[in-house]
């Protein structure tokens, strides 16, 4: 099985930056699309974004658009998520997940094979 493990969550004011790391076991790690999502308290987990396993394609939030980026890098079996111009309403605990081929079916969290355990984005106004 795939084991995921995100990093770099943090306190920060608006308009600062975060990178985040989930590092990925296991020798499949290509064979998988890699998203973020993030849940909030009292809200449903929503998509932020993901990468196919080829790094072709990338999908975004409208609601992140323009301000994050996520990268991947097979090498290290290592997705990253870019946070610039962080607002409040980003506050959440982020989630990394790995979905089997998943091409445009990597925005919904169906698509999910595995979950890592979140790491918390608290952003300060």
Known sequence: QVQ???SGGGLVQAGGSLRLSCAASGRTFSSYAMGWFRQAPGK???????????????????????RFTISRDNAKNTVYLQMNSLKPEDT???YCGAA??????AVYAYSYDYWGQGTQVTVSS
């Open 92 to 94: 959440a605990v982020y």
């Open 100 to 105: 089997y081929r998943a091409t445009v079916q």
């Open 4 to 6: 995921l493990v995100e």
């Open 44 to 66: 449903e987990r929503e998509f932020v974004t993901a990468i196919t396993w080829s790094g072709g394609s990338t999908y975004y939030a409208d609601s992140v658009k323009g």
